[in-house]
């Protein structure tokens, strides 16, 4: 029986004309190991407050590797039901359909509004409800990526696989920079699937910064094949002449 071969997943999110430097610097030293990114972009705030150059910057990463995944809509979280519990959910993690399906609509208006197509779907904190997998389903999303795995909408089926990132668990920064690494070194022997993702805000410390890099050469090093996370779902079947 021959050997699984390990995939590399790498997500970029926080992109905006204030991290742009960051985002492009990030880029270019993954595309000398060979790695694409899948850029995560909220649709709101994208029209909110990004530039002509982020969008444009963010068309020509996809024309030359990269891939765009819609990101939410706008993140607002929403409130739980009791008033005595202060933290939120999520944007996508506890809608019903219907109300997801409403967000998934403003969302694509605002993308046709900024010249830009997502190839998939990615909830804020990488937590979507089941209503939020129907309402994807029903506006022909392909694929939607959340925390423990890979979802391919058309096909029904599951690509396993935690997301690993700063902010996810442990809060000391050494200790975590050093798990995300050991973690993508475990994961990657295994032939799994080595999901690491960053927002442009990680990148401004260089622990966090140097740690991703270590994780994604060492992935490498074990044989990891890099991909985006379109690249995992079943295309559209063609349609007879």
Known sequence: MGSVT???LVSLSGINAWTLDRAADLSDELATRGVPLSLLLAPRVAGADQTGPVLSWVRDRCVAGDALLQHGYDHVAEPRERAIVIRKRAEFAALPAHE??????AAGTAMERLGIEAHGFVPPRW????????ALRRKGFALCA??????DLRAGTVHRGRVQGFGF?????PWWCFALVMG?????????MVRLAVDTADLVRSGPRQALLDAVDIALHHGARAATYPELVTPRPARAA
């Open 6 to 8: 390990a995939r590399l």
């Open 100 to 105: 997801a399906g409403l967000r998934l609509i």
């Open 127 to 134: 937590l979507a409800s089941p209503g939020t997998l129907v």
């Open 146 to 151: 959340d925390l423990v795995g890979v979802r």
């Open 169 to 173: 668990g442990e809060r000391t920064e």
């Open 184 to 192: 993508a070194a475990r994961i990657a022997r295994r032939g799994g």
